[in-house]
């Protein structure tokens, strides 16, 4: 659906790595364009017509994001250049400074690296011990298994709200119910799932939640965290500078400005920001349920056909997103995702960033089709084709 | 050279790649090696004595075009002095990066003379042979 707004798939051309990054429609490129050509400024300091203008469409996305993700104050809303800044300002800026030793982290070998390095970098700094919840027979994240690994030394939990390779949907209102019960910090990282279901930061209660604008067809280098008021408060910056200061003086005092303005310090990526609310607008008006439905009833569509295929292993057929992870047998991933380029569609071969997963999975790298609003069945088709052609795929990539 | 025959040499070295297997023997010197730029990783171990190189293993993830060229590779490098092996590396990478090279020293290497021209496999082709580099340099210490 919505086609026709992505100027990019006017072509022979099928996009499947959704997951690393959507396309962007038109609308949004041309609101990024009408910044730079129309009213160009820095925010929150001119007098003049631009600079006002700048700082109303700035400060709106603010907004936008609070609706979006059911938030219940814009204030909680901090823009940040992605996910992984997001993620490390919580561990970081927050956890750093309130975990002890013996404290546990709880995160799930599917992570991607951004929810599983920085709890480690602070582990190897005496805050807190990583441990992993277990993944059932499906390589997917139960609650019953998040009851299981709580003990009374566990702080936090930070889960992907869906995992990027398994594409498992995780239960976040459940497992934020019993993280309010036994006291537990909740942090989610929606990177995955903001675009593609329902976000409700507030029915689910986490404490923090991180996400991407360029995986939601907006623009790259722009991301949001968001934090619950009181913890915002609590938490530092990592970065200081100008914008986010009250004052500061020649005898070393100084004094910040409250959140979200004093984790934004610099010029923000304006473009961006303003490009994100256009992003989450486009989203808006498809909607999110009809997107995740159109996006998973063609991964079914998908492993109907692949069951029929003995030549190929897929890892993740009981998860309910669009996302397929398998391995054409005795085929490398990256072969395999050469021969797909061969007829002009790409997907994503490797270990997509969740490098503890092949504990699970006893395979290192998949290769990875993730589908989106604007893939049709046709594009399926073509790939199903390609894939039952593959007996002559070393005469195409070698 | 033939098309057939060169990707009957390629797959035939990536599917039963030789000297496959990593040893437990401290007299060999052990290197991981992988791209940025994709998701190839190799270790090579090599054993050198009295300047010549006596073995050489690996083991590993790797494309058809980074295994197979692994495995020749090694092949070529087997039995040979240090200075020799360095030939025979420089002049791999040069036809790799389609600069000047003695094709008449690089054997079965040859069949990769193609690979300039899909860019992303460059780096596959190059793996083994910054490994090989890496563990010759590691022994002048």
Redesign the interface.
């Known amino acids: 659906m919505n086609r026709d707004d992505f100027p990019i798939l006017n072509g022979d051309f099928i996009y499947f790595d959704n997951s690393a990054t959507t396309l962007k429609p038109k609308c949004v490129v041309d609101k990024m364009v009408d910044y730079y050509s129309k009213y160009t400024s820095n925010i929150h300091r001119g007098d003049y017509d631009n600079a006002i203008k700048t700082n109303e469409e700035y400060d709106r996305v603010r907004d936008i994001v609070k609706d979006f993700i059911h938030a219940s104050d814009s204030k909680e809303i901090v823009f940040t250049s992605g996910a992984t800044e997001s993620l490390n300002m919580v561990a970081f800026g927050f956890f750093k400074n309130i975990l002890k030793e013996n404290d546990e982290v709880l995160l799930t070998m599917a992570e991607h690296a951004s929810n599983v390095l920085p709890w480690q970098v602070l582990e190897k700094d005496g805050c807190g011990k990583v441990k992993y919840i277990p993944l059932d027979e499906n390589h997917e994240l139960t609650v019953e298994n998040v009851k299981k690994a709580i003990t009374s030394n566990t702080k936090v939990i930070s889960i992907a709200h869906i995992s990027n390779v398994v594409g498992d949907i995780r239960d976040i209102v459940e497992i934020g119910k019993i993280c309010k019960e036994k006291n537990i910090y909740f942090v989610v990282d929606a990177a995955q799932s903001v675009s593609h279901i329902e976000v409700d930061v507030v029915k689910a209660d986490v404490s923090f939640l991180a996400f991407s604008g360029h995986k939601m067809v907006g623009p790259t280098g722009v991301g949001v965290l968001y934090g619950k008021s009181e913890l915002l408060k609590e938490m530092l910056p990592l970065k200081y500078g100008g914008g986010m200061n009250q004052s500061f003086e020649i005898d070393g005092s100084y004094l910040l400005k409250e959140a979200p303005i004093k984790f934004e310090a610099g010029t923000p990526p304006i473009a961006e920001v303003i490009g994100l609310g256009e992003a989450i607008k486009f989203i808006q008006r498809i909607g999110v349920a009809k997107i995740h439905e159109h996006e998973y009833s063609l991964k079914k569509y998908l492993l109907d056909a692949l069951a029929d295929m003995s030549n190929i292993v897929v890892y993740n057929k009981n998860s309910k997103s669009g996302i397929v992870a398998f391995n054409i047998k005795?085929v490398?991933?990256?072969?395999t995702s050469?021969y797909l380029n061969h007829y002009h569609i790409a997907i994503r071969?490797?270990?997509h960033c969740a490098k503890v997963l092949k504990e699970e999975l006893n395979i290192?790298?998949t290769c990875r089709v993730s589908l989106y609003l604007y893939n049709t069945k046709e594009e399926v088709d073509k790939l199903i084709e390609v894939l039952k052609n593959s007996e002559d795929i070393?005469?195409v990539?070698? | 050279m033939d098309e057939v025959v060169?990707?009957e040499i390629?797959?035939d070295n990536?599917?039963h790649p030789m000297h496959k297997g990593l040893v437990e023997d401290s007299s060999y010197i052990k290197k991981n090696t992988n791209n940025d730029s994709?998701?190839?990783n190799i270790d090579m171990m090599m054993k050198i004595k009295d300047g010549i190189i006596e073995d050489i293993v690996f083991d590993g993830?790797?494309?058809?075009?980074c295994?197979s060229a692994t495995s020749i590779l090694i092949r070529n490098l087997i039995g040979k002095t240090k200075e020799e092996a360095e030939i025979i590396l420089n002049n791999y990478q040069n036809m790799i990066n389609e600069k000047e090279y003695d094709k008449d020293i690089l054997g079965e290497l040859n069949v990769y003379d193609q690979v300039y021209k899909?860019p992303?496999?460059k780096t596959?082709a190059l793996l083994p042979s910054r490994a090989a580099e890496s563990i010759l340099k590691e022994s002048d210490k």
């Not at chain 1, 490398?332 to 072969?335: A, H, N």
């Not at chain 2, 993830?61 to 075009?65: M, P």
Request: proline share 3%; hydrophobic share 30%; glycine share 6%.
């Open positions: 005795g490398f991933p990256q072969d050469i071969a490797g270990n290192k790298n070393f005469r990539v070698i | 060169r990707r390629i797959l990536y599917q994709c998701i190839d993830e790797a494309c058809s075009i295994t899909q992303n496999r596959c």
